[in-house]
């Protein structure tokens, strides 16, 4: 085996595991192919760039999100801690400066004695000991090379990604500062909407051209919680007001009225200079999007930095393939991380980036890797990705076992060990959810002091 860790891909889950083998002690090479090969949905060449949003989602441990990102603080997490340093007002959320969060990733990787950040593509899984983080945009060599590995099909879903417009640019006359229920600091912008202004931003949406991709089609899946605004609107003229333009709880206090829907928007970077349209990820033309986005009130002059756009993201069947550790089931020192494993969403790939560092290093050390606690969040999304029981169903033709294909999933509640409730208990949601955070945080915690 080698003597040091090769990484390929430097987004979330790469960074992490670099910097995780890094303090310690352990040898890495970082491969990143960008810039000089482009992904289509990344703009910059930066070291773990946020492309679709820029946020991590709930801070609070109660939801599935915050227990996630408290787990990684307990393990020692790099870039959380770093998230939490470049961090903009975002209510109960974790947002992140986008800029300011990539520099500082570029800075501890750079300043590393111990990472080589190497500018390549891999389009071949190296021999030795390797981290394959290359994410959802996986190039169609390096893609190629691990089908040939697996000897599985890929499975693939769509992405979009929201525009963002400059903040001067918003009339405010129209818009105003507020939070859902005034929870948190009042820090979206709000573009309320009486029922014929909607109606009218409705018709643009439905009637508006998409940009044409050949591998889009009526059997395209996308991606549940990063679902196109024009999707969501095509399943009926309301879905959007039950969605991200839902008005409750976003009443302007200059005038008190109760509006009939709302367009948020959320600070992008740390001069507050810009904002994205939350929930507006999209596929349309860009002078579609224009005319869209110029319909909304308070944001008919906005200026468009940059318009949304389409991607194809990539995923392996983590349940026919890795351990819950994050190792592969037939080669040992080979560990994938972050979204190409299945798993969805921001804090989800740095988290699968952590434990993916983790284990190579005891696998280098000479020590076993470590399964989580299924109390645990991070434990229980490792094993519920790794795990195919979830997917066996009886075919309705032949009464034969055979397995669904998996879904791209975030962290939630619903994959974790249950805990025993009275009755009364059993009711009281948010009861249930201190709970099982308490309990998912002193198994942590165990876990850290007696195994890590």
């Not at 595991?17 to 040898?27: C, F, H, T, V, Y």
């Not at 969060?101 to 950040?117: A, G, H, P, T």
């Not at 002193?442 to 890590?452: E, H």
């Amino acid at each position: 085996m080698n003597d040091f860790v090769s990484i390929i891909g430097a987004g979330l889950a790469g960074c992490e595991a670099a910097l995780q083998l890094a303090k310690r002690g352990i040898k890495v090479k970082l491969y990143e192919m960008r810039p000089t090969k482009t992904t289509g949905a990344h703009v910059t060449g930066d070291c773990a760039e946020f492309v679709c949003s820029n946020s991590l989602g709930s801070a609070d441990i109660t939801n599935a999100s915050g227990l996630l990102k408290k787990e990684m603080e307990i393990l020692g997490g790099e870039l959380i801690r770093i998230a939490q340093e470049n961090s903009v007002p975002a209510g109960n959320a974790l947002a992140i400066a986008r800029e300011d969060f990539s520099k500082e990733v570029n800075k501890k990787i750079l300043e590393s004695q111990n990472i080589e950040l190497i500018r390549e593509e891999i389009t071949k899984i190296p021999e030795g000991n390797v981290i394959i983080a290359s994410g959802p945009l996986t190039s169609d060599n390096l893609a190629k090379s691990i089908q040939e590995f697996t000897k599985e099909d890929h499975l693939h879903f769509f992405d979009a990604i929201a525009p963002i417009v400059e903040v001067d640019s918003i009339d405010f006359n129209k818009a105003f500062w507020g939070a859902r229920y005034d929870k948190g600091e009042a820090s979206y912008i709000n573009c309320p909407m009486n029922k014929e202004e909607y109606e009218n931003f409705y018709n643009i949406l439905i009637n508006s051209p998409k940009i044409e991709q050949h591998s889009i089609d009526s059997d395209t899946k996308f991606f549940e919680s990063c679902l196109p605004v024009e999707v969501l609107a095509s399943r009926g003229i309301d879905t959007l007001r039950f969605g991200p333009m839902k008005p409750v709880g976003l009443v302007d206090k200059r005038n008190g009225i109760e509006n009939y829907a709302v367009v948020q928007l959320r600070q992008d970077n740390s001069a507050k200079t810009l904002f994205n349209l939350v929930g507006f990820q999209t596929n349309l033309k860009w002078g579609a999007q224009k005319e869209l986005v110029h319909s909304i009130p308070g944001l008919e002059n906005a200026n468009i930095v940059r318009y949304g756009v389409m991607h194809r993201n990539t995923f392996i069947n983590s349940s026919m393939i890795l351990e819950p550790t994050f190792e592969t089931k037939k080669r040992k020192g080979l560990f994938f991380a972050g979204q190409i494993t299945g798993t969805e969403g921001y804090t989800e790939s740095i988290a699968g980036g952590l434990l993916a560092g983790i284990n190579m290093a005891r696998r280098i050390l000479n020590q076993e890797p470590v399964s989580l606690p299924l109390e645990t969040m991070l434990g229980s999304l490792a094993h519920y990705i790794t795990d195919k029981a979830h997917l066996a169903h009886i075919s309705k033709r032949d009464g034969s076992l055979r397995y669904l294909p998996p879904q791209p999933i975030n962290s939630n509640w619903a994959i974790v060990a249950p805990i025993e409730l009275s009755k009364q208990e059993r009711k009281n949601k948010k009861l249930k959810t201190e709970l099982l955070s308490k309990r998912a945080i002193s198994a942590m915690n165990s876990f850290v002091s007696s195994s890590i």
